[in-house]
């Protein structure tokens, strides 16, 4: 689904609505180039399920997005006391949360006893983050039926952010792909942290390993105990068998 959202899936037919996704059927999308955000919602019959799932980019435009941003954190949300995201995520997530809150609540509507899967590749692995702290803000009781997936997703806030997320109980699997070098983006000297259970690809023979968060620290049995030397770019672009 994360892979999805970079190709037409209004008919759900692209390269990447196969395997557990067909039966898929597509509800609505959004998308606001200039703040950076699109997203579309859809529904799987079988599985009960809603997904909404936010598009990432490029892997040179996250990198360069973060950066001109100069790290810069906002407090966020606003009843946490010290907690802090980065401005720029923020920032483009607000930009389509609103209209993705009445899709949602639409669908609801419609299929109240589906839960909510949120998911995101890169930039659109961020906003899917932040876009559950923006349920939590708005309508908390929907938190119980969501789960998240992320795909290469950088650090999105500071440590009091991460330790908030965690508490908010919603189960949040972040797949980081070998020595991918957005995962380790923005660095942790800049007070950032990631959040979330990792489920990290072995760079030496592809096999998968499970981590359970630490949060506010990184477990250093997945990605975070690689070397800063062994980065790479092309990490990023592949996602098991699904092209970013």
């Known amino acids: 689904y994360a892979m999805a959202s970079y190709d037409d899936v209004s008919t759900w037919t ?13 509800v609505t999308q959004y998308d606001d180039p200039i703040k950076g955000v699109h997203w579309y919602l859809a529904v799987h019959p079988s599985n009960r399920t809603i997904i909404l799932s936010f598009e990432g980019s ?61 998911t995101g590749h890169s930039l659109g692995a961020a906003q899917a983050v932040l876009f559950v702290t923006y349920i939590a803000t708005h309508q908390p009781t929907w938190l119980s039926r969501t789960t998240v997936y992320t795909y290469g997703q950088p650090r999105v806030g500071n440590a009091a952010f991460a330790v908030y997320y965690q508490g908010l109980g919603v189960p949040t699997t972040r797949v980081v792909n070998k020595n991918d070098i957005v995962t380790r983006l923005a660095p942790r000297w800049t007070h950032y ?21 630490v949060v506010p620290a990184e477990n250093p049995n997945c990605s975070a105990g690689q070397s800063l030397t062994d980065l790479r770019v092309s990490d990023h672009l592949q996602y098991f068998s699904a092209r970013s």
């Not at 692209?14 to 597509?26: A, K, L, M």
Request: hydrophobic share 40%; charged share 15%.
């Open 58 to 118: 490029n892997v040179q435009s996250i990198v360069t997005f973060i950066q001109d941003i100069r790290f810069k954190q906002v407090a966020w949300p606003p009843s946490v006391d010290g907690s802090a995201v980065h401005n720029g995520f923020l920032d483009s997530m607000t930009a389509g949360a609103a209209q993705a809150m009445t899709a949602l609540q639409q669908q609801i509507a419609k299929t109240p006893e589906y839960r909510i899967s949120i």
């Open 193 to 213: 942290a990631q959040q979330g259970n990792e489920v990290w690809i072995r760079p030496s023979d592809g096999s998968v390993v499970a981590c359970a968060a």
């Open 14 to 26: 692209c390269e990447d609505c196969t395997g557990g996704t067909v039966g898929t059927q597509f």
